[in-house]
């Protein structure tokens, strides 16, 4: 029985905790940070929380016996991504990161790319006075003090902490359409959007909406993958897992 760890928190690691959900030689295990309340998965495949650092998850891959490793986290969870690098080189075990392609940029798009949260906030003085802000809840402290403009922030869990001065929070998780994030941009009068280039399906559709709206959209560039062996797909990742006979 090969041990599969699936680094989780992306649509991309829940699609391949599905597909080899039916290996009968694979036995799978998910791991969460659990920054959100309720991920929907069985919870007999699934752990949540920090490893505790790079020592942590080495102990982890091996006193749970870890054959194999795929890191399918967030393009913008840097840390988590370097960690399992370096954690799998210790531990001796085969690891993938499975990174979706950042979306493609359109003739009628405007971007404005910015390589960190903090550029994003310095650029807004200017370009707008009404900002849909969907970087999720941290480094909002860089918005806090942006005293003219105002913010609509969406996150998928409440937000705890410093506030832009003058802004709304709403809470949803994707998939979103394009329509109603069209009708929401309207609704709040909304001139500019802020976003990582996270890529993928669920969260595009906003992008395509600033767009149809001629909005600028201050796009925040991709941390660096880890090294290492990196796929863009489900299918590509589970290509991977059966070459080498890593799994049956
Ligand atoms: P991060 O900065 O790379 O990681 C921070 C710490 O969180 C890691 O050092 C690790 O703690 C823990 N961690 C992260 N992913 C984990 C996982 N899958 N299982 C167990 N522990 C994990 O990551 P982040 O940006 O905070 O993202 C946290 C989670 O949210 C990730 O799973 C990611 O896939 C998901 N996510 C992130 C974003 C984003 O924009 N960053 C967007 C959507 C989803 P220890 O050092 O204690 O092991």
């Not at 905790?17 to 791991?31: K, R, Y």
């Not at 699934?46 to 650092?53: D, I, K, Q």
């Not at 390589?115 to 402290?141: C, I, K, M, Q, Y």
């Not at 001065?165 to 500019?192: M, T, V, W």
Request: proline share 7%; hydrophobic share 40%.
């Amino acid at each position: 029985m090969t041990k599969l760890l699936i680094l989780g928190g992306t649509a991309e690691a829940r699609a391949l905790l599905g597909a080899v959900s039916v290996w009968p030689d694979l036995h799978a295990i998910m791991s969460f940070a659990g920054r959100t309340r309720h991920p929907n998965i069985d919870q007999g495949i699934l752990r949540r929380g920090g490893f505790g650092g790079v020592d942590g998850l080495t102990s982890y891959l091996r006193d749970e016996s870890i054959d194999v490793l795929i890191d399918a986290t967030h393009p913008f969870a840097a840390r988590m991504s370097m960690q399992a690098e370096e954690a799998s080189n210790r531990a001796g075990i085969p690891r993938l990161k499975l990174l979706r392609p950042p979306w493609a940029k359109h003739p009628k798009d405007r971007w404005i790319n910015v390589s960190n949260t903090e550029e994003a906030a310095r650029r807004l003085p200017g370009l707008a006075r009404r900002v849909f802000l969907t970087t999720g809840h941290r480094d909002l402290e860089y918005f806090s003090n942006l005293n003219d403009i105002w913010f609509l922030i969406r996150t998928i869990e409440p937000i705890g902490q410093r506030l832009p001065h003058q802004a709304c929070c709403i809470q949803a998780r994707g998939p979103f359409s394009e329509k109603n994030e069209i009708a929401l941009l309207k609704e709040y009068g909304i001139d500019a959007l802020v976003t990582k280039a996270s890529g993928g399906r669920l969260t595009y559709a906003k992008v395509a909406a600033a767009r149809a709206l001629n909005l600028p959209v201050v796009m925040i560039q991709r941390p660096n993958p880890p090294p290492g062996p990196i796929v863009p797909t489900v299918d590509d990742a589970l290509a991977w897992l059966r070459q080498d006979e890593r799994a049956a």
